[in-house]
């Protein structure tokens, strides 16, 4: 039996008091939470235990059918409740101190098979992000650009192109793009994920995979924040979600953790379908050293050129 008792909280007077002293891990809360104060589009919960406050648990419809989890610890918890909840989430994260959000992961029984990102925050002074040549910011305007390289690359766990075209929207009205172009088309881009007067974050950062490894994530972060800070001295972080060229702030750790994640595409048949695609990939890499074809190795054992590159 759940030793737990939730309060479900039904406007933005009841959920701010409650969040806004949990910033900089709750800034996404804050954020949507004042832009639909009726909640309309998002659900909230405030978990007690004993008659104290323990955690907070908010979801927020991304579109139909899908939605993001928030769980705010303040105390270690361990229910199968909050379990299921996260496990039916399209995209989720965890906040709280570190061993408190260890413990709860530890729970999750698809933790091996999601993707990982740690957040970190930082507070920084105004001038600390120098500019950067190369980003500009991209208005409502280009917001069909915006969706087709989004759509391209990364996605954001939406199944159709109405889904992302009204995520990309949502954003775009928080503030504009920020974007690196080469020759006319869009190589890299971030969009601000929340905004208070004190903390911003971003979210979706994707580089054109092409491009990666070329520094344009970093270019992409001191835009965001020059671009958005609007006098903000705190940045949250970059939530990453499919797409590998995502990346965090990691300097000025605190205790404080947060853990976004984000469960694979599934179907029926996917498991075999992966074991086969893996199989496939390691025996068509003749130099690869987990899997090398017997004919590509010489009589001591060392690997040889393939036989069809030996001269004569």
């Known amino acids: 039996m759940s030793t737990f008792s939730i309060e479900r909280l039904r406007t933005a007077r009841e959920v701010l008091p409650l969040v806004e002293g949990r910033l900089p891990v709750s800034i996404d809360i804050v954020d949507r939470v004042g832009r639909t104060p009726q909640g309309s589009h998002w659900k909230a919960h405030a978990v007690h235990r004993a008659g104290s406050l323990v955690g907070f648990f908010f979801q927020y419809r991304l579109c139909r059918g899908k939605w993001e989890a928030i769980l705010l610890l303040d105390e270690p918890i361990a229910d199968a409740t909050f379990e299921r909840l996260v496990n039916r989430a399209q995209v989720w994260s965890i906040g709280g101190p ?105 979210d979706g950062l994707t580089v054109r995979p092409d491009r990666r490894g070329a ?7 001191s835009g965001g924040a020059r671009i958005w800070s609007n006098g903000a001295v705190g940045m949250c972080g970059v939530r990453a979600t499919t797409n590998p060229g995502g990346y965090g702030l990691h300097a000025g750790q605190t205790d404080w953790f947060a853990a976004n994640l984000r469960p694979p595409k599934r179907f029926r048949g996917h498991q075999r379908l992966r074991v086969l695609a893996l199989k496939f990939q390691e025996r068509s890499k003749p130099w690869n050293t987990t899997y090398i074809r017997p004919e590509y190795r010489g009589e001591d054992g060392q690997l040889r050129n393939r036989p069809d590159d030996e001269p004569g």
């Open 98 to 202: 570190g061993d408190h959000v260890a413990t709860f992961l530890e729970r999750l029984p698809r933790l091996t098979r999601l993707t990982k990102l740690e957040m970190f925050h930082e507070r920084t002074p105004p001038d600390y992000w120098t500019a950067m040549p190369g980003a500009v910011s991209l208005g409502v305007e280009h917001s069909e650009r915006l969706v087709k390289f989004f759509s391209h690359h990364e996605r954001f766990g939406i199944p159709t192109m109405a889904g992302i075209r009204e995520f990309v929207g949502l954003a775009l009205q928080r503030g504009p793009a920020v974007v690196v172009e080469e020759d006319g088309e869009i190589v890299g881009g971030v969009l601000l994920g929340a905004a208070t007067p004190d903390w911003i974050s971003l």
């Open 215 to 221: 520094g344009l994530s970093t270019v992409l972060l």
